[in-house]
């Protein structure tokens, strides 16, 4: 159980005032805590409290152990630092500045100036500065990942961990070790609550992850109170259960035991390992020191002032880094990772003389480029009648290409059976602790940790995918909006895609997923039509540098007749013209996505033998057709043709913009049923008479309003 702490146990942590540091240490820890105090307090926003709690700990771990050239912030050595509990960002914005942590450009070039400057931290939380509230990875040089939704960046240090290990087993040559990274993370009470972290310290231990360290700070509050509120977890016990090693430090101060247990992290090896720090928040402001009132609000000047005093620090100094400060650093962190990554660079090219394919693949990974020839074997589908489900044409597509992107990896969240998502060709294999180098992964039933795994994996710069039921999205919202924000490459599989799951019931039955996965800016999701369209899909989607969705069928649908309708390689502009009125000049538009396509060319074909001209557009994906200019967006859905219909199985909302205010939107206006497909496309309204029926209503609306 979390024992709480009486108060006078609490005072006897409190620091006695001191007429000044003593140590060069000391002056350091300082400068994080009151560069922190300060920061938040200038912009009126902010949480002091866990930096100056945490300040020893994170003082201890960049200055002595972490593997790191603030130099060259993005080598691919490097030992990776996240801060899970993102609200203490100013903790990482003190130690990017004063370890002289340099900006990168968008291809990892050092520019040459610092990634925080001291005027930046002034300008926390500002409009447009590089320290916002929570770290953001790419606004931030030395931020690897945007953190901030508590446990987020816990499920990411694991992705970032597997990724380390995958590298390992496939660059590493005798006498060439390339990847030996370890991966820590700060994580606090919040994070031990959330359920992401739980699921993702499952998967770690599992996995067996002995190059990932959490460091947990138990300070005991949250902002409501003290956790005894509502957390009574023997955390230890919790982690031991999943297969961790569990070290305790007494006090976040003990700058002597916290090394130790950093080296026993690094000597254990064959797991991964939490520390729990138990910590003081707010640690020397008298009257707030272990309260809620140092979470998420400044501490007010004249709190700042005798914290400061019991610090022995100038109490009206502000912003203040004391000489030697920088110098200490420079000398520390800074001249170790500059050792170790010229020391890396060296052993590089050596391994380039004697593996340049290897030397190779591992340049054009790190640049984000694909491999050649990775679209070799992209399947072509004949027509067909009877068809196949768009998640069997995806298997054997993923399966084309990854044979050829040595690098993309992934697995689904129990369900690879189902989502045809399991790499099968030969050397694929399983990616397990005996066997790190395997390109399946299997999450279990994990959706919201996949989700954050795959976004470590991404920062890592390999390229993942992760499949899932299209209703199971929702487990994955977080992670996957986090990964649109960061424009991350991740590939989310999602199959079972409407109503089409039929017996399942509306439990499993998406509705308004797709509404909310359009809903995410940066984010592309593909519904395809047939096989070809899905070949297409990926294609487009292997060459996006940010995140997307790929909506697939559990039910057979037709492969179309490409000698008799247009190519799929519309698919690369979201919308096309797929059939189409003799002259070009439609009289009604039916517009579809995925299974409804094929409703849309039934009717289309009956509509044409009854002499009347319409158009079908296939439109797989929204935003990829919203990126296209005015004179294609017109081209496709000519203005002046009113009469229009858009098909789809899911939420109606946000169709109005391609059928217009008078078109018809069929969709869906509830949650479906438990019933054989056949009975639930009826009972709902998607069939071929039904879209002939609107497409006729349509028309002979337009031509009352025409006259």
Not at 183 to 208: K, L, N, P, T
Not at 426 to 455: C, Q, S, V, W, Y
Request: glycine letters at 10%.
């Amino acid at each position: 159980m979390t024992q709480g702490r009486s108060e006078s146990t609490l005072s006897e942590h409190r620091p006695k005032a001191k007429a000044s540091p003593h140590t060069i240490d000391e002056i350091c820890i300082d400068t994080i805590r009151t560069l922190a105090m300060d920061a938040v307090q200038q912009a009126n926003s902010g949480h002091p409290g866990t930096p100056m709690a945490l300040a020893p700990v994170a003082y201890t771990l960049w200055q002595q152990f972490l593997r790191y050239d603030p130099e060259h912030p993005v080598w691919p050595n490097r030992d990776r630092f996240v801060l899970s509990n993102g609200h203490a960002s100013m903790l990482l914005y003190a130690l990017l500045h004063l370890c002289g942590v340099k900006s990168v450009d968008d291809e990892g070039r050092p520019t040459g100036g610092a990634a925080v400057t001291l005027e930046d931290i002034k300008q926390f939380r500002q409009l447009g500065g590089k320290c916002p509230g929570h770290p953001e990875y790419e606004q931030t040089s030395g931020v690897e990942t945007t953190t901030g939704p508590l446990g987020q960046g816990c499920g990411n240090s694991v992705g970032m961990a597997l990724a380390g290990r995958w590298l390992a087993q496939h660059f590493n040559r005798p006498e060439f070790t390339l990847f030996d990274y370890n991966v820590f993370a700060f994580c606090g009470d919040g994070d031990m609550m959330e359920g992401v972290s739980s699921e993702a310290a499952s998967f770690a231990g599992h996995q067996m992850l002995g190059n990932l360290c959490w460091i947990y700070d138990s300070n005991r509050i949250t902002i409501e109170g003290h956790t005894d509120l509502a957390f009574s977890d023997d955390v230890g016990a919790r982690f031991l259960s999943y297969g961790w090693s569990v070290q305790h430090v007494g006090d976040a101060n003990d700058t002597k035991k916290l090394p130790d247990a950093i080296e026993s992290f690094r000597s254990t090896g064959y797991a991964p390992t939490l520390i729990i720090v138990d910590s003081h928040i707010g640690y020397g402001a008298p009257h707030k020191h272990d309260t809620s009132a140092a979470h998420g609000e400044p501490l007010g000047e004249e709190e700042i002032r005798l914290a400061k005093r019991a610090y022995g620090w100038p109490e009206d100094a502000k912003f203040l880094v004391p000489d030697g400060v920088r110098e200490h650093f420079r000398d520390g962190i800074g001249r170790r990772g500059g050792q170790l990554r010229a020391e890396w660079a060296h052993l590089f090219e050596a391994y380039r003389g004697k593996h340049p394919e290897l030397a190779a693949e591992l340049e054009q990974m790190q640049r984000g480029e694909l491999p050649e020839g990775w679209d070799a074997d992209l399947p072509v589908f004949p027509a067909d009648a009877k068809g196949l489900a768009t998640r069997d044409s995806s298997g054997k597509v993923l399966n084309a290409i990854a044979a050829h992107y040595p690098w993309l990896i992934g697995g689904a969240a129990d369900l690879a059976p189902s989502t045809k998502t399991r790499l099968t060709f030969e050397g694929a294999g399983d990616m397990e602790a005996d066997t790190p180098g395997g390109r399946n992964l299997h999450f279990g039933i994990r959706e919201h940790a996949m989700g954050a795994i795959l976004n470590g994996l991404a920062l890592s710069k390999t390229r993942p995918f992760g499949a899932g039921f299209l209703i199971f999205s929702d487990y994955m919202r977080p992670p996957m909006r986090l990964a649109a924000l960061m424009k991350l490459p991740v590939i989310y599989v999602f199959t079972h895609d409407s109503i089409g799951v039929g017996e399942d019931g509306p439990t499993h039955q998406p509705v308004e997923q797709l509404l909310s996965l359009r809903g995410v800016p940066g984010l592309v999701t593909l519904r395809p039509a047939d096989a070809n369209e899905v070949a297409e899909a990926w294609r487009v989607i292997i060459g996006l540098h940010r995140p997307a969705c790929l909506a697939l069928s559990r039910q057979a649908l037709p492969t179309l007749d490409r000698s008799r309708y247009a190519p799929a390689a519309g698919v690369a502009r979201g919308a096309y013209v797929l059939a189409d009125a003799p002259d070009g000049g439609p009289e009604v538009i039916l517009i579809g996505t995925g299974s409804e396509v094929a409703l849309c060319i039934s009717a289309y074909e009956e509509l044409t033998r009854q002499g009347v001209a319409a158009r079908v557009v296939s439109m797989p994906s929204w935003e990829l057709f919203e990126e296209q200019d005015q004179s294609y967006r017109n081209s496709v859905l000519p203005p002046d043709v009113t009469a229009r219909v858009s098909v789809e199985m899911g939420s109606v909302i946000g169709w109005d913009r391609y059928a217009g205010p008078a078109g018809t939107r069929m969709g869906m206006h509830t949650f479906g049923a438990s019933a054989p497909l056949k009975d639930l496309l009826k009972a709902f309204g998607f069939t071929p008479d039904k879209v002939l029926e609107a497409a006729k209503e349509q028309i002979a609306k337009s031509k009352r309003t025409r006259s």
